[in-house]
T-cell receptor
Framework: DSGVTQTPKHLITATGQRVTLRCSPR?????VYWYQQSLDQGLQFLIQ???????AKGNILERFSAQQFPDLHSELNLSSLELGDSALYFC????????????FGEGSWLTVV | AQSVTQLDSQVPVFEEAPVELRCNYS??????LFWYVQYPNQGLQLLLK??????LVKGINGFEAEFNKSQTSFHLRKPSVHISDTAEYFC????????????FGGGTRLMVKP
């Protein structure tokens, strides 16, 4: 158990819909990361938050947004969903500082039909 | 920009045989290097990491990796694999001044056969 909690574990939704994925980081970790894992794109970094502020941005679509709340939990919002958004979405957390281990949750499986 | 290449998408090996999973990276600055393992239907778990110092790094489950700066490689090795090592292995590179985010390779599926 990494200590990173993600909900829901599985989600099936229709094209055009909007979903929210939730993440609770490990106790004490101020950094939260979101990654997307798909068969064709592999593991792609989406976005990082540190103590409520956006810290780094990767290949995140404009239809996607994220935020980190004062209690440090984070949410990833995916809107106008397309079939290609079907993937495993990971949340991860770490202490700040280069080289610190990033701990991953078990992921949220999103299927868009 | 940095990138990671895992040269083999699949590596079949017999139980108790040695294995090497190859990883090459490119970066214009000093990096930190990681190997993660993903078992079926699970998240990623850290196997080992290189930050600085000794180029031979030992990790969990009997794995080790060697950092080679001149060849920009960070190959993962295990002298004797078990069936339970069957999983997807990811090499990753990170930079401290990039918010600590990691760039992952495409993964190598290790398939251990009895």
């Amino acid at each position: 158990d990494s200590g990173v909690t993600q909900t829901p574990k599985h989600l099936i939704t229709a094209t055009g819909q909007r979903v929210t994925l939730r993440c609770s980081p490990r106790s004490g970790d101020l950094s939260v990361y979101w990654y997307q894992q798909s068969l064709d794109q592999g593991l792609q970094f989406l976005i990082q938050y540190y103590n409520g502020e956006e810290r780094a941005k990767g290949n995140i679509l404009e239809r996607f947004s994220a935020q980190q709340f004062p209690d440090l939990h984070s949410e990833l919002n995916l809107s106008s969903l397309e079939l290609g958004d079907s993937a495993l979405y990971f949340c991860a957390s770490s202490a700040q500082g280069g080289g610190n281990t990033i701990y991953f949750g078990e992921g949220s499986w999103l299927t868009v039909v | 920009a940095q990138s990671v290449t895992q040269l083999d998408s699949q590596v079949p090996v017999f139980e108790e045989a040695p294995v090497e999973l190859r990883c090459n990276y490119s970066s214009s600055v000093s990096v930190y290097l990681f190997w993660y393992v993903q078992y079926p239907n699970q998240g990623l778990q850290l196997l080992l990491k290189y930050l600085s110092g000794s180029t031979l790094v030992k990790g969990i489950n009997g794995f080790e990796a060697e950092f080679n700066k001149s060849q920009t490689s960070f190959h993962l090795r295990k002298p004797s694999v078990h069936i339970s090592d069957t999983a997807e292995y990811f090499c990753a590179v990170g930079r401290g001044n990039a918010g600590n985010m990691l760039t992952f390779g495409g993964g190598t599926r290790l398939m251990v056969k009895p």
